[in-house]
């Protein structure tokens, strides 16, 4: 059964039996602690291993219950990211969250990493949200890392979040590539973007999915606008994830839906060879613990 909220990949990613091991960055704040002890009442399987000064992590009423986790203690925001990133091992699965670090510190290091680079991936972001009166989940990309992505880097954000969503259960996502208008013109790069992976996407470059773009926004949440103006394909009106042209107008859009209509979100990083929950200090500890579920389920294919 696909999944229709957040609420459902917690419970899915608590009955998966896959081994796991978490890796927090600093987890100096009590939501970021407090998501670690949900995550920790979950099921055997999670192994937790937390990263920063000792003194810290401890001082957390929130710390109850994780005292048998490992602490690698270390100075600096940039050691105790780049112990974290070199203690993943390829051949297991792994989840990285970000704690109470700095983002763009944090990135840097994830960037440069030399096991990060190996996987050849483009990393992207990826955000899932709960719109009220919406009746299934909506992901968007890439609203925090590709600023203003060109036609190659649009088809690496496409590669990872199929992977993505597919990994959470849905066996053929439909994916809107979101332009300005659905007719395509020559002197707008982003149309021709659109059309471009929905024509490689129809000769099964991204495996097992739907993609049509370049598609409006109504046209890719409303069916009665897509059938209006003729569009005709799987995606019309039934999109589960809106690829958009780029940082601002993702961000932007997330943001509307978050602070207007009250949605719930919870987001990743992918690309990095291991799923990396990159949450801020102002998410709530549900927040990131749907963020972990998700990273969770991605790690182990949702078994």
């Known amino acids: 059964m696909q999944i229709i909220s957040l609420s459902q990949i917690v419970s899915r990613a608590r009955q998966s039996s896959g081994k796991v091991e978490v890796l927090c960055v600093q987890p100096y704040d009590d939501s970021t602690l ?20 000792r003194e810290k992590i401890e001082s957390s009423e929130y710390y109850r219950g994780l005292e048998d986790v490992e602490i690698i203690e270390g100075d600096t ?29 944090f990135l840097r290091v994830l960037f440069r990493s030399e ?42 954000i496409v590669e990872n979040v199929c992977e993505f969503v597919r990994s959470l259960g849905f066996e053929k996502p439909k994916i809107a590539v979101i332009g300005i208008n659905e007719r395509i013109t020559h002197s707008n790069q982003d149309l021709i973007d659109g059309a471009v992976i929905a024509k490689m996407s129809e000769r099964g470059h991204f495996g097992n999915c739907y993609i049509d773009g370049p598609m409006p926004l109504d046209t890719a949440l409303s069916k009665e606008a897509a059938i209006k103006k003729m569009i005709l394909s799987p995606v019309g009106g039934e999109a589960d994830v809106l690829v958009c042209s780029n940082l601002e107008s993702a961000a932007n859009l997330i943001k509307g839906l ?18 990396v929950v990159l949450t801020s200090r102002s998410d709530s500890s549900d927040s990131k613990e749907i963020s972990l579920a998700m990273a969770i389920l991605n790690a182990t294919g949702g078994v």
Do not use: Q, Y
């Not at 670690?36 to 000064?53: A, D, H, N, Q, V």
């Open 34 to 53: 407090k998501a670690l002890g949900s995550l920790r009442s979950w099921r055997e399987g999670i192994k937790l291993t937390l990263f920063g000064k």
């Open 115 to 156: 096991s990060v680079k190996a996987s050849g991936r483009l990393i992207s972001h990826v955000s899932c949200l709960e719109v009220p009166g919406f009746e299934r989940l909506l992901f968007i990309t890439d609203g925090t890392v590709n600023v203003n992505p060109d036609l190659k880097t649009k088809i690496g």
């Open 258 to 275: 978050v602070h207007l209509a009250h949605s719930k979100t919870a987001g990743l990083l992918l690309g990095a060879g291991f799923p």
């Open 77 to 105: 925001e940039e050691i105790n990211t780049a112990r974290a990133i070199e203690t993943i091992r390829a051949d297991k699965p792994s989840v990285l969250m970000k704690g109470l670090v700095n983002t763009a510190v």
